[in-house]
């Protein structure tokens, strides 16, 4: 699973300001395999259950820093930690492929920031 970045360029997102906005696309290219193992399902089901349980704990973090950004972004203008956001938004993507049989590889136990 390749996971790519690219740039996109927007309208302004209030005429008022003329401020542009940059916001980062991920596309995510899924290459499925046919046979797969009975024990690699037994792994694939603990694997996931463990790193769910750690996937939802950071989740819960980027939900607090959602909070941040939107209050911050209504205040100051500004975003604070984009980067982690999007980190555990691509750590969520390849689980969700991985437990759902889609493709093979594992997704790491941490997100890598």
Partial sequence: MKLKYSRTLLLP????????VFTKSVKVEIKPEGKVSR???IIRI?????????????L???VIFWIL?????????????????TAIIKQETCWMAYVN??????PPLVPEF
């Avoid at 603990?46 to 950071?58: A, D, E, K, P």
């Fill in 60 to 62: 819960f973090i980027a």
């Fill in 39 to 41: 024990a690699e399902v």
């Fill in 13 to 20: 997102v209030n005429p008022l300001f003329r401020r542009w």
């Fill in 101 to 106: 049989f889609v493709t093979d590889e594992r």
């Fill in 46 to 58: 603990v694997y996931g259950i463990i790193t769910g349980i750690i996937l939802q704990i950071f």
């Fill in 69 to 85: 950004n939107f209050l911050s972004c209504l205040i100051l203008a500004q975003r604070i930690a984009p980067e982690f956001v």
